[in-house]
């Protein structure tokens, strides 16, 4: 069956602008949810949706933000970029909640903010 | 202050050595993941534990609830088994991840 999506795997912003990334779960999985990994800070939980619900968030400002449709897909966006914000992006997808059974990672999207 | 620390950050073996990486957590728990990430991103769920051990190949994934600590051991180490192993546990809707320790297998 197919793994986890994201799109785009690469991408390269300027400061201030915003983005979104999408993340296509296993069919089937109704709980996604989104990691930024950093050199520094390493990996760090942003939130997580579950049937189109936020269920729980990370210590990140509201300029993160996500949602969720109807088919589990998941978007995130990111206002106002700052370089800070540099740093890989992994979306998780299971059928119940993180680290659920069937928990699976995607491959990430790379966002360079210049 | 981490809620997941792992120990050691790096470490480097010589292939065919038996390998235990460490993590110790502070928080309660409803499950602990060990994670692998290779190179370019890719992360892999290697065991999700709540209670004992669990053993896949050369791979053994132990977990001690009452002192809040896992181990996760690598038996006949082999080059492909050179990544970043990462321990995460799952609190609530919560996930805390720690640092990650870099193993390298030298042929």
């Known amino acids: 069956k197919a793994g986890v999506t994201q799109t785009p795997r690469y991408l390269i912003k300027t400061r201030g602008q915003q983005v979104t990334l999408s993340c296509s779960p296993i069919?089937?999985?109704?709980?996604v949810s989104w990691y930024q990994q950093t050199p520094g800070q390493g990996l760090q939980f942003l939130f997580e949706?579950?049937?189109?619900?936020?269920?729980n968030k990370g210590n990140f400002p509201g300029r993160f933000s996500g949602r969720q449709f109807s088919n589990s897909r998941s978007e995130m966006n990111v206002s106002t970029l700052e370089l800070g914000d540099s740093a890989l992006y992994l979306c998780?997808?299971?059928?119940?909640?993180?680290?659920?059974?069937?928990?699976?990672f995607g491959s990430g999207t790379r966002l360079t903010v210049v | 202050k981490n809620e997941v620390e792992q120990s050691p950050q790096n470490l480097t073996a010589q292939e065919g050595e038996f390998i235990t990486i460490n993590c110790s957590y502070s928080?309660?728990?409803?499950?602990l993941h060990w994670l692998q990430q290779h190179p370019g991103g890719g992360i892999v769920s290697l065991f999700m534990?709540?209670?004992g051990k669990k053993k896949h190949g050369r791979l053994i994934a132990t977990i001690n609830i009452q002192e809040k600590h896992s181990s996760l051991h690598i038996t006949a180490s082999h080059p492909r088994d050179s990544a970043v192993y990462i321990c995460?546990?799952?609190?609530?809707?919560?996930?805390?991840f720690g640092t990650g320790t870099s193993l390298t297998v030298i042929p």
């Open positions: 998780a997808s299971s059928p119940d909640g993180p680290g659920g059974y069937g928990y699976t």
């Open positions: 995460a546990v799952s609190s609530g809707n919560q996930f805390y």
């Open positions: 949706y579950f049937s189109e619900t936020q269920r």
């Open positions: 928080v309660g728990i409803s499950a």
């Open positions: 069919s089937g999985h109704r709980s």
């Open positions: 534990l709540s209670s």
